[in-house]
């Protein structure tokens, strides 16, 4: 087993050994806390970093137009100012977007960022919640304590939550 494969199992375990004394008894409170949030820095260390992008937060801006190269409606520019793309529109010359469309597109462009962290947690989740369901020789679970189905369920409900509101967010043009 490789090292990365050894702290994971170990992450896995301190989330089962968390799940099983959380709410049961107020002891061991600070202990669980301090566990919890140890395992939440190693997984963000253990989290490859997203070489090559432009700092967040990244926005939209309305440009000048130049209509010997077309129109430009917006420009997406990073959280250190740098610009990232030209959002083009229609001209009678040039075949692209339509003037609604770069709105649209320019607001989903600006969530990218988020999106794939969103993307990261709920895989996150997802890799638990299918550790939680399969035994050790990868056979799935023919029954679960009701704690790991309240469990799952919270997990699954509070990341379906936020991928509703970032896919509204990302719906919604600048």
Same mark, same amino acid.
């Given at each position: ?22 709410? +049961? +008894? ?22 490859? %970093?997203?070489?090559?992008? +432009? %700092? ?6 309305? %440009?000048?137009? +130049? %209509? ?51 993307? #990261? ?17 990868? #056979? ?35």
């Amino acid at each position: 087993m490789t090292d990365r494969a050894l702290i994971k199992a170990m992450l896995a375990r301190a989330d089962d050994l968390i799940a099983a004394i959380e709410g +049961t +008894t107020d002891q061991f409170e600070d202990e669980v806390s301090a566990l919890a949030d140890a395992v939440s820095a190693v997984e963000k260390e253990m989290s490859p %970093p997203p070489a090559g992008f +432009t %700092p967040e937060p990244w926005r939209l801006d309305h %440009p000048e137009t +130049t %209509p010997e190269q077309g129109t430009i409606l917006r420009y997406l520019i990073g959280g250190d100012n740098e610009l990232i793309a030209d959002l083009w529109a229609d001209t009678p010359d040039i075949n692209l977007a339509l003037p609604q469309d770069v709105n649209a597109n320019g607001a989903l462009l600006v969530r990218a960022p988020q999106m794939l962290a969103q993307l #990261e947690r709920a895989f996150t989740v997802l890799d638990r919640i299918s550790d939680t369901l399969h035994y050790e020789d990868g #056979e799935p679970v023919t029954a679960l304590e009701a704690r790991d189905i309240e469990i799952i369920f919270d997990d699954a409900r509070c990341e379906l939550a936020a991928i509703d509101t970032l896919i509204r967010s990302a719906r919604r043009p600048s």
